[in-house]
């Protein structure tokens, strides 16, 4: 099943201007941009509920490969096909494979601060502002890894060039948005820059997608992770591709 409305399955519509709209799970009234063909709205608040698993689930976790990490939580009952809960995870993963890989910070505090800061963003940020979230998360990663502030200089301009550097590559390809696509490319894209500012080696995978049958937007052979343009071409990379798969094609994919 394609997933679009939460309440009912129907297509989202995205509106220029925002309305006052009531959520359909919560009741609250607030001003939003998105509601499926039948007029339900789901706030933010509640598109990302079951969210704060994630926290347990990175410091439990060993693997410095933050693309294995991220999808560990795309298999979580908590993620959608698209939503904000992308704003916090992808920071989030890349802190914990940070941490497994050598990197010097204080992981419950760090995951406890991105929750925070990722959550700010809301939904449909790739369109209205011209900033996706989670190319803005890549950014406050760097951030808190750095220690930046409004006042700070190196960590300021690390911070900034990160975010920038995620957002080309989601620019790149242009729309329209698919959270996994942008997903992907912001953690790659943090792995190089980790790797050239900080010293800092996290492992970099092949990523071939399994999401696009859930995407009604889904762009095809024009997205770089598109199953269509990846052939497995050693066992090596055989074992890299299988981390991106969901659990059971893991567990098929291995035998």
């Known amino acids: 099943m394609k997933d679009e409305c939460l309440i009912c399955g129907a297509p989202l519509i ?18 939003g941009r998105s509601r ?3 007029g339900h709205y ?3 608040e509640c598109h990302m ?6 926290a347990a689930l990175c410091l439990a976790s060993s693997s410095t490969d933050p693309v294995e990490i991220m999808q560990s939580m795309m298999a979580l009952p908590f993620c959608h096909m698209h939503g904000p809960e992308h704003h916090v995870m992808v920071g989030s993963a890349l802190l914990a494979a940070f941490r497994n ?9 760090a995951l406890a601060e991105m929750m925070k800061r990722g959550r ?8 209205y502002w011209g900033a996706c979230g989670a190319g803005l998360s890549s950014g406050m990663f760097v951030s808190i890894i750095s220690s930046s502030s409004p006042l700070s ?9 990160m975010t920038a550097r995620s957002l080309a590559a989601i620019g790149e390809i242009g729309g329209p948005c698919c959270c996994k696509r942008d997903s992907y490319l912001s953690l790659l894209s943090a792995i ?13 995978p092949e990523i071939v997608c399994r999401h696009a049958s859930q995407n009604n937007q889904c762009i095809g052979k024009r997205c770089p992770f598109s199953r269509a343009e990846k052939q497995p071409s050693s066992p090596e990379g055989r074992r890299r591709r299988i981390a991106v798969l969901t659990p059971a094609e893991a567990e098929k994919a291995a035998h």
């Open 14 to 31: 995205y509106l220029e201007t925002g309305e006052k709209m009531t959520c359909a799970i919560c009741g609250e009234k607030e001003t």
């Open 36 to 38: 499926c063909e039948n």
């Open 42 to 44: 789901v706030c933010n």
């Open 49 to 54: 509920a079951g969210l704060d698993s994630i």
């Open 101 to 109: 890989a050598g990197g010097k910070i204080d992981l419950p505090k």
């Open 120 to 127: 700010q963003v809301p939904g449909g940020a790739c369109g």
């Open 153 to 161: 200089v190196e960590p300021f301009s690390l911070c900034h060039q």
């Open 192 to 204: 190089d820059f980790v790797a050239e500012h900080f010293d800092i080696q996290m492992q970099k």
